[in-house]
């Protein structure tokens, strides 16, 4: 059984810019939770997605959003990049109350 | 919301010995507590876990206990091995449902040989 894919592993962008982050949970798993993982900081949750809603969102500006598909999948999408949002992006799906998480997207802002 | 707190965030070990991590919590209805372990450039992943209807649970040379009243639970590793070298995170979960996970700054665990 695959485990939760992310795409692209690794990107480097610039200031200012927009990024796309992409997220296909385990087969059968129609949640999925974004986590930022930044230096020192642990994992701070993003958001929440099940069937297609978003259902919680943590403590992070509007320009982080994101959207699920109906296939369960899920895109992050950050605005306005920020040197500080330079972290790595985890994405997680759930059996019952277990995550599994993703390898995770690797951004940094120049 | 929920704040979790985890000490410490480094620890330094020879094989063979014990490591313990502590992890206390704020919101007295989390009801779930999973460990995770991330090993250097890889995926988190669930290692053990406790409802709050345990006060102990063990998988072979892992443990973790919890102290409802206290607000604490910790992580116990015995015999370490260069292998469980690694950093872990501790969570707190309130509900029946994953929803949203309140974790530790993480704890970097270093076994030497």
């Known amino acids: 059984e695959a485990g939760v894919t992310q795409s692209p592993t690794h990107l480097i962008k610039t200031r200012g810019q927009q990024v796309t982050l992409r997220c296909s949970p385990i087969s059968g798993h129609t949640s999925v939770y974004w986590y930022q993982q930044a230096l020192g900081l642990g994992l701070q949750f993003l958001l929440w997605y099940d069937e297609g809603e978003e259902r919680n969102r943590g403590n992070f500006p509007p320009r982080f959003s994101g959207r699920q598909f109906p296939n369960y999948s899920s895109e992050l999408n950050v605005n306005a990049l920020e040197l500080e949002d330079s972290a790595l992006y985890l994405c997680?799906?759930?059996?019952?109350?277990?995550?599994?998480f993703g390898q995770g997207t690797r951004l940094t802002v120049v | 919301g929920e704040n979790v707190e985890q000490h410490p965030s480094t620890l330094s070990v020879q094989e063979g010995d014990s490591a313990v991590i502590k992890c206390t919590y704020s919101?007295?209805?989390?009801?779930?507590f999973p460990w995770y372990k991330q090993e250097l450039g890889k995926r988190p992943q669930l290692i053990i876990d406790i409802r709050s209807n345990v006060g102990e649970k063990k998988d072979q040379r892992i443990a973790v206990t919890l102290n409802k009243t206290a607000k604490h639970f910790s992580l116990h590793i015995t015999e370490t091995q260069p292998e469980d070298s690694a950093v872990y995170f501790c969570a707190a979960l309130r509900g029946s449902t994953l929803g949203r996970l309140y974790f530790g700054r993480g704890t970097q665990l270093t076994v030497w040989p």
């Open positions: 919101d007295s209805a989390s009801n779930y």
């Open positions: 997680a799906s759930s059996s019952g109350l277990k995550a599994f």
